[in-house]
């Protein structure tokens, strides 16, 4: 998923460097030689539509399933420091109502899942 916290810039140029230079970079250079198997893959799927529409798929794919991710935690299991970001942007509630509430919901959550 690419919803993380721990990412640097160097674990992202990792995972693009590993994941894509490399792998594309051995494809390529497989396709010009005749002693690799894959000789003249890549340009025949480069021809092909279908090979378009995949690419899109699995993006739009990818996108869904990351976006569902976070709606899911949102609404099913929302964490404490969402409802906490939630009381702050009200402005109907003045600070010392705010805490109530926040208050009540802690300990409402941790009377529910007998937590100390």
């Known amino acids: 998923m690419m ?48 090979f378009y529409l995949l690419l899109v798929l699995v993006f739009f794919l990818s996108v869904i399933i990351d976006f569902l991710y976070i709606v899911i935690i949102r609404e099913v299991d929302t964490p404490l420091y969402l409802l906490y970001k939630a009381l702050l942007e009200r402005k109907a509630l003045s600070p010392e109502e705010r805490k109530e509430t926040f208050e009540k919901i802690v300990s409402y959550l941790k009377s529910k899942t007998n937590r100390p």
């Not at 993380?4 to 010009?32: H, Q, R």
């Not at 002693?35 to 092909?48: A, G």
Request: without cysteine.
């Open 3 to 50: 919803f993380t916290k721990n990412m640097t810039w160097i674990s992202i140029g990792a995972i693009v460097f590993l994941s894509f230079v490399l792998y594309f970079a051995y494809f390529f250079f497989a396709d010009i030689f005749t002693t690799f198997q894959i000789y003249r893959v890549v340009f025949s799927l480069l021809k092909s539509p279908h």
